[in-house]
């Protein structure tokens, strides 16, 4: 630990830190651009200079240093006395500000970056209201740089901050700078776009309105948006994600920074991969089944007549008949709640773990890095619990299978009553699990779509998106994060975590924290959950 | 400008299409490898190399040269885009550089440029329809005490008189590039003298 003074007063600091993070640490507003802590230092947009002391060459007197030095690029030392809080300091803001500023073309109106622009906010904080500039502005046109993202060159202040992360974090080196000085901007070398598996985070980390996403262009005003802190359920990597809603419609994810988990990235299947939650298709209501006919069900009678007819069939046929089968996909919460239910009616009732869902290789970036050096993991697993519904089912004990011995000892006509979990984005029901459904007198089936399972079920369930739930996630690594409700679930549906709440018994509003609170009675790991911290470690 | 867009997921030359690079430019660019500690640092000499052999870089050259140094087409862009020597695009024969710095605006440069310009009857980054001559403005040419200056192929002409200008331009003198940059690499290392043998 380090002590040093900024504007007058002492501060504790980690050691190998630059002052600059060590003044945004202590919450200091301290204008910057080209500074990112994820990135390398290159302290080119003169933004964060600041007045440090010295010893006098000859009479070694601390003194303030005629010059300014960049605080991105100085290690705190020591002892060492610096500020910001000086005219120098706003002098040297304000004029970079005015430079900033030379050729932007002020569309704040129709730029998607307005409200969350670092030009408006540092213009407004350290510019000047006017602008002195009289002679014509060199304007470029945008660029169409690649499949999911803009460049509007004239907007951009040359942080460099996109070209450094293909360099140093995708490792795809995409993104250069042509041309020099006054004449620079950012450019990707013609028939090679800016197409890698992380390439949205370039739109993240632009602090002004120069690289924008495609799929978000000119669909909503940033302050409308209002904003909760999820996790991702792309794969079991697990990034804290912050979903971006408006009236009930989710317009975007951003990554948040955790640096247990995905630091300041996230990649662009998780960013763009869950437009299924705005799916007209989506099954949105509950369904029972008598005779032949399927009819809608309402909310209210439902956890008594599901009840009731596990009770009748345990009753008919005995309890090691049931199986119950936890989705990867399901939050933690509601997986011990559908085993409460489970296990209360038939406490022989085999507990399976669903399907895994599986795509391609694990990918590591930098690109061609191994795991030990990855700063970024894409993971083959693509859902988010299934650490998570294997603890619980392992800590309820009894009777528990994986999803394939499940599948065979269906077919094989082990169980005449079943709860399916699925709440996957696609469908995934193989030919041979349908087979083995169709042998099932009661099915219980919670699902997003359609598939060969729903057209089976007893009793139909829409299972909700995760935006529409909250409860938690358990990662690769096995680390239990939390996620809040982002929007409401569709009409007619309710979150699975409250129905599944009624039918197992307990009565009122469904909290995911009061559950994982009884939760961590019986299992100590579910009392240490892992919060992103709720302070960003960078502010943009 | 943002009404205006320039489409970059396209190629600026034909999948498949015959390489530039002839072998034995290719062969000169390797043999560069063992003076430096990485493939990347022969970026340079190899720009020049290409620049001598085809006139110009063109796009395709670039994909060239990124394969033989192992990196992204992307950086070459960009270290060739930072320095003006290097043309993108062919170039006549004779390339006129005339200064646009202060020294030489002082003591005539701008009339000097504007002779080259009425008697070529071009302008600025442009070719003439002969393809004999091309017209650039450098930042300084390092001649100042000596302005107004001009290069015409890589020659420099000090204390250049707006009248001279067309004697220079047909000078057959300037016709050709006495020493090609790549060759500059070339030259024998000097012996320190100093050193003790």
């Keep these: 630990m380090a002590k040093i003074t900024i504007d007058n007063k002492q501060f504790e600091c980690r050691d190998g830190i630059s002052v600059l993070q060590a003044a945004l640490d202590a919450g200091k507003n301290i204008p910057h651009y080209c500074y990112h802590p994820g990135l390398s230092v290159v302290a080119s947009c003169r933004l964060c200079l600041m007045e440090m002391q010295m010893p006098h060459p000859k009479t070694q007197e601390m003194g303030w240093a005629p010059k300014l030095f960049p605080s991105c690029q100085t290690p ?324 528990t299978c994986d999803f394939d011995t499940f599948v065979t000892s269906a077919a094989g006509g082990a169980f005449s009553a079943a709860w399916i979990v699925g709440g ?109 911290p709720l302070k960003p470690a960078h502010q943009h | 400008m943002s009404w205006q867009t320039i489409d970059r997921n396209v190629s600026p030359y034909a999948a498949g299409s015959e390489p530039v690079l002839s072998e034995g430019v290719r062969e000169k660019i390797r043999s560069f490898f063992p003076r430096y500690d990485t493939k990347r640092a022969v970026l340079l000499p190899a720009l020049h190399m290409v620049q001598d052999a085809l006139g110009h870089v063109p796009y395709k050259a670039m994909a060239e040269i990124a394969e033989v140094l192992e990196i992204h087409p992307s950086d070459v862009l960009d270290t060739l885009t930072f320095y003006t020597h290097f043309w993108t695009h062919p170039k006549g024969e004779k390339v006129v550089m005339a200064c646009r710095s202060i020294s030489c605006e002082l003591t005539g440069g701008r009339e000097v440029l504007d002779a080259i310009k009425s008697h070529l009857g071009i302008g600025e980054h442009e070719t003439t329809a002969d393809g004999k001559y091309s017209l650039v403005t450098e930042e300084c040419l390092a001649g100042c005490d000596h302005g107004p200056c001009m290069l015409i192929n890589e020659k420099l002409h000090k204390c250049v008189k707006a009248a001279d200008v067309p004697k220079l331009l047909d000078d057959a003198k300037n016709d050709r590039i006495e020493v090609p940059r790549s060759d500059l690499f070339d030259a024998p290392e000097r012996s320190n003298s100093n050193q003790p043998s």
């Excluded at chain 1, 996957?424 to 060969?452: I, T």
């Design chain 1, 424 to 532: 996957y984005p696609s469908d995934w029901v193989s030919k041979e699990f349908g087979k083995a459904a169709a042998k099932f007198d009661l099915l219980v089936v919670q699902d997003m779509f359609e598939n060969a399972l729903t057209k089976l079920a007893s009793v139909l369930l829409p299972a909700c998106a995760w935006v529409e739930r909250d409860g938690s996630f358990v990662n690769h690594a096995g680390k239990i994060q939390p996620f809040e409700r982002a929007i409401r679930a569709p009409d007619g549906a309710n979150r699975d975590g409250q129905y599944l709440f009624e039918i197992a018994g307990f009565e009122g509003v469904y909290s995911a924290e009061r559950v994982r609170a009884t939760m961590a009675m019986e299992t100590a790991a579910f009392g240490e959950v892992l919060e992103a």
């Design chain 1, 76 to 399: 705190v030392k020591e002892g060492m006395i610096v500020r910001f809080d000086s005219d120098a300091v706003r002098d040297n803001q304000k004029s970079c500000m005015e430079y900033f500023l030379i050729d932007h073309p002020l569309d704040c109106p129709v730029c998607d970056q307005a409200g969350e622009c670092h030009l408006q906010d540092y213009s407004y904080e350290f510019g000047s209201s006017e602008s002195r500039m009289v002679e014509q502005k060199h304007v470029t046109p945008k660029k169409d740089i690649g499949p999911k993202t803009l460049l509007y060159s004239d907007r951009c202040v040359m942080c460099t901050r996109c070209v450094r992360f293909t360099q140093e974090v995708s490792g795809t080196h995409e993104l250069c700078v042509t041309n020099r000085g006054s004449r620079n901007e950012i450019d990707v070398f013609p028939g090679l776009p800016l197409d890698n598996p992380m390439q949205g985070n370039v739109v993240d980390l632009c602090p002004v309105g120069c690289l924008l996403d495609k799929d978000f262009l000119f669909k909503q005003r940033v302050w409308f948006l209002k904003s909760a802190d999820s996790i991702c359920p792309g794969c079991s990597t697990g990034c804290a994600i912050r979903v971006d809603q408006n009236e009930e419609t989710v317009y975007r994810l951003k990554p948040r920074y955790n640096p247990d988990v995905n630091d300041w990235w996230m990649c662009d299947e998780g960013r763009f991969g869950s437009k299924y939650i705005h799916d007209p298709k989506r099954i949105a209501s509950p369904h029972l089944r008598r005779g032949l006919e399927r009819e809608s069900a309402n909310w209210e009678d439902l956890p008594e007549v599901v009840r009731y007819r596990f009770e009748q069939h345990v009753s008919l046929r005995g309890g090691d008949k049931v199986a119950v089968v936890l989705s990867p996909m399901m939050a933690c919460e509601e997986a011990w709640l559908l085993i409460k239910f489970i296990r209360g009616v038939a406490p022989e009732a085999t507990i399976a773990t669903g399907f895994i869902p599986t795509d391609g290789e694990v990918q590591h970036f930098p690109a061609g890095c191994d795991a030990a050096s990855a700063k970024f993991t894409i993971r083959p697993e693509k859902c988010p619990n299934r650490r998570g519904v294997e603890m619980i089912a392992e800590q309820a004990g009894g009777t």
